[in-house]
């Protein structure tokens, strides 16, 4: 019986220290330029590709060769830049034609 009692207290008091999960899922958003900016002057990173995901939504990517850091972003028409993905150990896959002999 006490064993459980102290499982149960261990267990409830590391959820009560762990961050709401609403803020771990919650979009980082910010004007584009100042995201621009962030991303250049503090990770040195740049555009590495992109595309529009529909008509109101660009994504980008941009990643650092020096650093390795790499943001996922999504711009929408009104200027505001939300972050989906960050992370490290960005590298460049090499593009490869399909159906080319090699």
């Known amino acids: 019986m ?3 009692l102290i499982t149960t207290a261990l267990v409830f008091g590391a959820a009560a220290l ?3 999960a609403d803020a771990q899922s919650r979009p ?3 004007d584009r ?7 250049t ?10 595309g529009l995901q529909n008509p109101g939504q660009l994504l980008e990517i941009w990643s650092s060769h020096s650093t390795g850091s790499f943001t996922v972003f999504i711009t929408y ?5 939300c972050v989906v993905a960050s992370g490290r150990e960005w ?3 090499p ?3 399909l159906g080319a002999d090699s």
């Open 28 to 30: 980082q958003c910010f």
């Open 95 to 97: 593009m490869t034609i």
């Open 41 to 50: 002057e503090q990770f040195n990173e740049t555009l590495t590709g992109g």
């Open 77 to 81: 028409p009104t200027g505001i830049s």
């Open 18 to 20: 762990a961050p709401p």
């Open 2 to 4: 006490f064993k459980r």
């Open 91 to 93: 590298h460049n896959v």
């Open 33 to 39: 330029g100042t995201l621009v900016d962030i991303l």
